[in-house]
């Protein structure tokens, strides 16, 4: 029986995130250089973003590039952004044919322009998909967006635009790259770390955390099945008992 069967479709997260990691352990296992691992990955991207969008997910956000990768050799950064490049160009009719919208999160002027404009001109040409929205995390790390939304909230306070009372976890939310976006329910972190890596610090204080042993290329539709089944199976209590979050469903009832 397949963990999709086990899906209950009525309680499905709305916003998965996903730590993919594993790609240069995965090559390396088979003899091959780490941009085979990238190369394969891109595989387990479009199955998992096609299987999300089809189970009814509205919103996968997935880490591509972090800040901190820009210290990787500069062959392996090259690969990696050759390959963003090939790939979005690529799958933009893939993303259009399953009435996909990509969106970026990051610190995307950093990105190279070629880079930049074939992201901008995929976002504008998925604008109008309404079924899932794909976010890339591209040059991406908490600490830069958060960093960046402190820069922007305290130039409004010096311009008396808002005061001191203004700021509070709303105006904080709102100056983030994810305004637009509700805060993953589940984050999938492949390849058996505990580790968080500088992703949606903010975002993510109450998100209910899944880790894999599997590395990302070996990671299959039936493997995000099981994922959001074990999520299906947690008690999401935000600080409050167990006991209350009972009588809570009982009155829904
Ligand atoms: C982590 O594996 C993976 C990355 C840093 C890049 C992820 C990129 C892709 C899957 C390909 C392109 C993506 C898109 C969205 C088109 P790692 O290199 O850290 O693996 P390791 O921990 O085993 O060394």
């Not at 893939?94 to 970026?104: E, F, H, P, S, V």
């Not at 967006?145 to 939310?173: G, P």
């Amino acid at each position: 029986m397949s963990y999709k069967d086990k899906i209950d479709i009525s309680n499905l997260p709305r916003h998965i995130a996903v730590i993919m990691d594993g790609n240069g352990r995965w090559a390396k296992k088979q003899g091959k250089l780490r941009l085979f691992g990238h190369e394969s990955g891109v595989r387990s991207v479009r199955e998992i973003t096609e299987t999300a969008a089809e189970l009814g997910i509205e919103y996968l956000t997935l880490y591509a590039f972090s800040t901190e990768n820009w210290k990787r050799p500069r062959m392996e950064v090259e690969a990696l952004m050759t390959l963003l490049l090939k790939t979005i160009n690529i799958e933009t009719k893939t993303l259009n044919d399953n009435n996909i919208r990509l969106q970026a999160i990051g610190d995307l002027n950093s990105l190279n322009k070629s880079i930049r404009n074939r992201l901008q001109k995929t976002i504008d040409e998925t604008s109008n998909n309404n079924k899932m929205t794909l976010i890339l995390a591209l040059s991406y790390s908490s600490h830069f967006e958060i960093v960046q939304a402190i820069r922007q909230i305290a130039e409004k306070h010096k311009n008396n635009e808002i005061t001191l009372d203004d700021i509070n976890k709303d105006l904080v939310s709102n100056h983030l790259f994810t305004k637009n976006f509700p805060d993953p329910e589940l984050l999938i972190r492949t390849s058996g770390e505990f580790r968080i890596s500088n992703f949606l610090l903010w975002q993510l204080a109450y998100s209910e955390i899944y880790i894999t042993q599997k590395l990302w290329p070996d990671f299959r539709k039936e493997d995000l099945y099981e994922a959001i089944v074990n999520f299906q199976c947690r008690e999401r209590r935000f600080g409050r008992t167990s006991e209350q979050i009972l009588n809570q469903e009982k009155v829904k009832k």
